[in-house]
């Protein structure tokens, strides 16, 4: 199995910025797809973005035109810059990458969750 690292969480007031970071680290032979969800409190768990191993991406259409998805396939890492935050924005963020062991099988990984917090 994998670890992900997940960092940039915090509290940011309404307007600002904050980047998230997630590091996959284990015996990994290739990954397919990594991306970004949120829980909200008394909400299920949603998808923000999205983006494949041929780059292609997805997002939220709460989110779009404000945050983007990027990767470092070289390092295994998934970005996700967020600008103009909004209180709406709060939650708990997760990363989530499917990737395929070196010993041949698919599987979904979960970051442990970094807060994001938006003040009105």
């Known amino acids: 199995q994998v670890q992900l690292v997940e960092s940039g969480g915090g509290l940011v007031q309404a307007g600002g910025s904050l980047r998230l970071s997630c590091v996959a680290y284990?015996?990994?032979?290739?990954?397919?797809?990594m991306g970004w969800y949120r829980q909200a409190p008394g909400k299920q768990r949603e998808l923000v973005a999205r983006?494949?191993?041929?780059?292609?991406?997805n997002y939220a259409d709460s989110v779009k035109g404000r945050f983007t998805i990027s990767r470092d396939n070289t390092k295994n890492t998934v970005y996700l810059q967020m600008n103009s935050l909004k209180p709406e924005d709060t939650a708990v963020y997760y990363c989530?990458?499917?990737?395929?062991?070196?010993?041949?099988?698919?599987?979904?990984?979960w970051g442990q969750g970094t807060q994001v917090t938006v003040s009105s």
């Open positions: 284990g015996s990994i032979a290739s990954i397919n797809a």
């Open positions: 983006i494949t191993s041929g780059d292609s991406t």
């Open positions: 989530k990458v499917t990737y395929r062991s070196i010993w041949g099988r698919e599987y979904d990984s």
